[in-house]
């Protein structure tokens, strides 16, 4: 197994696999070993039959253009990314204690708000909130959980510091490909995982049908459980149908569903109606319910929202959750464990400045080349500057739109972020790559072990998103050597 | 419990995946007959755009009908909704919107399948020898697929759904393929019009598979009455139009709610036992069978009204009923 020592040489990031002297770490020891075992031709081989049974297997994603949608097979890197048992549990609960300390943050912002009357989370930031929902004020979803799935990304730094990049609370999606990733390498490694201690992963849809049916409003009874999907259009539709079909549960789209004037939940069967216990939604806020939300809205259900205020239907994740999917919000999650868990974070957030403080806006201003500036409310890597790799016009360009609208930004000091080894041409090269666990939470808290490695396909790339060229890898949590 | 919307891509995945295999069959039968036909007889390619009832559709597109331009519209033509890439096209993207209701390896079969034909469509334009071993592994790959439903999935309203809309797609090839006759002009020398009639006969049950089972059950010799009484009313053979409408009338009696569909079926069926086959011309034979197709064509109506627009039935409950009433759950 050739490694692209050339590319290595010149490389500062941290690797995830191989260390400064480019010899295996502990944890990858045993790929390593079983790479070197493998024939010249015998990866090439391996890797053709990846991309066959992907094919096959029909994994894709839909990317939008001009030129119509494109139905893509899901780029897929055959090393995997390791990590060690150890590390991974207490990254693990590092993910539980922030998303617990999020939903109590979120019910407390649309409840008694008393972490604003405490002084400890700015009251602006509520109001210039995009995903606050005035609509959503004064309600308790059981558990006082609002957020029940959330995807949270991680990267490394040079120093190998994990960080928290972002929590997705909104629709995060990814889960599926991280299944189907273990299936693939299953089919193309098998001699892999009798010599290598290799914890599952195939638990999460089970914990997800938990999760959902603890959310069912009528107690004993074998819940009827519905995720809805904006339609085959979607990028993620593989993700939506993917997760239906392993739950046994209904996909439907808005059109399939109906809610009587006894706010009650009911999708179209061939024999009539019949009512639904649990939405898993698909689609975001906006389109959820065009009585409450946007009107022009054909992907979602009317009456929605009266079903789930009256305590008739479950809504995973709960409309508004969104409201601590805001980067401007992120900046503040150390301040929001500390407040309502009273603990100290244990996974680190990346240092940031908020353009709507004078003095760190003045900062971001001045330090635009170093810096990465991100908008409050987007998401998959759009509308963001990576000040390094700009040029001065669009330097300027941004430096504009932040003194427009300061609330609306936030920035951060470009990571280096980690690398592992990827097959390029036939050689072993760093790419730089992130991690999207998903954290399960109702009555108990759930984190998937390891999560789902996107990969910046080409050299030197930052951007692992899958609609903008990056790929995955499976994540293999091993147990560490005694 | 099954979603209207689901139910209604799960019967047009099945009459799309019959539809493409039919196609393949009637294809290779005709193609393979052509290279028997008497001196003096010729046929004419654009009778196999009339069975499919495309031929407005054909000549819109195309100048002329030969055995290219044929093969091109009904083998990779995406424009004609026919076309054998085109049905599995449509079959695929039904089978997207389907996976979570069925088997697993369901959705991987039917994207090979897709994947084939996409890749092999040109080549069974261009070369015979070709075609004829492509439109073998379609028809192949497509037995599997049904091997897979019977196989694997339960026997429940979904696959009755499979199998309703795969045996009324095949009763209604069946009436198409008995009407090609109706279509052909044949020579005045009565030697070659009689030596060309048996042989479209032979091609005619060829492509349905029912050639070996006719000398079987039938007879030696093809007679036109024979045979369009075999292809219609013999209920032994799973592509006569009798036997599928009976394959149909099992279906709906394991279905919710199907009374009347029952009945429709078996009032069909029962009206063709009766029909006598003896002295259709050609004139009578194509005006039967125009009778037929639109009787499945009611069938089909009542079919969508009664599951697939199900839901339009019930009135949305009001505020008093607060969901305690379970709607029509058989």
Known sequence: MELARDEYATHSAYDELLDHALQPRAAAQPLFDYLNSLHEDELAKRRQAVDATIMAMGITFTVYSEAGNIDRVWPFDPIPRVMGRKEWESIQAGLKQRLRALNLFINDLYNEQRIIKDGVFPAEVLQDSANFRPQCVGITPRFGVWAHICGTDLVRDKDGTVYVLEDNLRVPSGVSYMLENRQVMKRIFPEVFRTTNILPVDDYPMQLYQMLASLSPRAGEQPVIAVLTPGIYNSAYFEHSYLAQQMGAYLVEGSDMVVGADDIVYMKTITGLQRVDVIYRRIDDAFLDPEVFNPASVLGTPGLMRAWRKGNVGIANAPGAGVADDKVVYTFVPQIIKYYLDEAPILANVPSYLCMLEEQREHVLANLDKLVVKPANESGGYGMLIGPRATPEEREQFAELIRKNPRNYMAQPTLEISTAPTLVDGRLAPRHLDLRPFVLQSDKLYATTGGLTRVAMRKGSLVVNSSQGGGSKDTWIVEDAA | ?330
Request: some cysteine.
């Open chain 2, 1 to 330: 419990m099954m979603l209207a919307r689901v139910a209604g891509n799960l019967y047009w995945m099945a009459r799309n995946l019959e539809r493409a295999e039919n196609t393949a069959r009637l294809i290779n039968s005709t193609t393979h007959v052509l290279l028997d036909l008497p001196h003096g007889a010729t046929f004419g390619w654009s009778n196999l755009a009339e069975i499919a009832g495309l031929d407005d559709l054909f000549a819109k597109t195309y100048p002329e009908a030969n055995e290219e331009s044929i093969m091109r519209f009904l083998i990779e033509d995406e424009t004609n909704p026919s076309s054998i890439f085109a049905c599995v096209r449509y079959a695929r993207e039904n089978t997207r919107t389907l996976r979570e209701v069925l088997p697993a390896e369901m959705w991987e079969r039917i994207n090979s399948l897709y994947l084939y034909v996409r890749q092999h469509a040109q080549a069974a334009c261009n070369s015979r020898r070709e075609r004829y071993i492509i439109l073998n592994e379609v028809i192949q790959q497509r037995h599997a697929i049904v091997g897979l439903f019977s196989g694997t999935m339960p026997h429940d309203d979904a696959y009755q759904l499979i199998k309703l809309g795969r045996n009324i797609e095949r009763a209604d090839m069946t009436t198409r393929i008995l009407d090609l006759h109706s279509a052909i002009s044949f020579p005045d020398d009565s030697v070659v019009r009689e030596a060309l009639v048996e042989r479209i006969w032979m091609s005619t049950l060829e492509s349905l598979s029912a050639y070996q089972t006719y000398r079987r059950l039938v007879a030696m010799h093809v007679r036109s009455n024979d045979a369009i009484r075999f292809l219609l009313q013999d209920m032994r053979f799973p592509r006569s139009v009798s036997h599928c409408l009976h394959e149909m009338e099992n279906c709906f009696r394991l279905m919710p709610k199907s009374q009347q569909l029952q009945q429709l079926t078996a009032l069909l069926r029962l009206k063709i036992a009766q029909h006598a086959t003896a002295d259709l011309d050609a004139v009578a034979l194509h005006e039967y069978i125009d009778l037929l197709q639109m009787q499945l064509g009611e069938i089909h109506d009542a079919l969508l009204q009664n599951y697939f627009h199900a839901w339009q039935d019930g009135a949305l409950p009001s505020a008093q009923a607060q969901g305690e009433i379970e709607f029509a759950q058989q």
